[in-house]
């Protein structure tokens, strides 16, 4: 029988994400937390809700709500390497949301609030989603043991 969780939770063997997951994962974690919890200087939900409100992006509450979770819970999950491909794509998206409602028009760099960091997070993102966790990893962990179930 086909394991029906193997593409979720198939990854490659290898290091080579582990910093990568650590890295955008407490990124993502930390950002989500501004946006969540007012935390590392952030403005909580009501504070996001109202500058996504003062760019277009409604209903912004519900929006702030869930770019926060998805950043907050999906930097955790990256760490934990758990559900690292669906996680990653979910992020992938996120990122591109924010280049192009936020910070395309001020260019590449960052100083000019530009879309580079945001690319950076993207692209790392993207690899996580093609290459999967790594062999550090719970998914690793958790494929090993379907593997035996099915």
Do not use: C
Not at 95 to 112: P, R, Y
Not at 131 to 142: F, N, V
């Amino acid at each position: 029988m086909i394991n029906p969780y193997n593409k979720i939770l198939e990854t490659s063997s290898g290091l080579d994400t582990l910093p990568l997951r650590a890295a955008a994962g407490g990124i993502f974690l930390a950002h989500g937390a501004q946006k969540l919890f007012g935390w590392f200087g952030g403005y909580g939900i009501e504070g996001t809700a109202g500058w996504m409100a003062s760019i277009g992006l409604e209903p912004s509450v519900l929006l702030a709500v869930l770019t926060g979770s998805v950043e907050f819970f999906g930097g955790l999950l990256l760490i934990l390497g758990l559900l690292v491909r669906p996680t990653s794509l979910v992020l992938a998206f996120t990122m591109l949301v924010a280049i192009f409602t936020v910070h395309i028009s001020n260019g590449l760099f960052m100083s000019n609030n530009g879309y580079e960091f945001a690319l950076a997070l993207l692209a790392i993102s993207t690899g996580l989603f093609i290459r999967g966790a790594g062999s550090i990893s719970l998914d690793r962990a958790l494929e090993k043991k379907l593997a035996t179930q099915f």
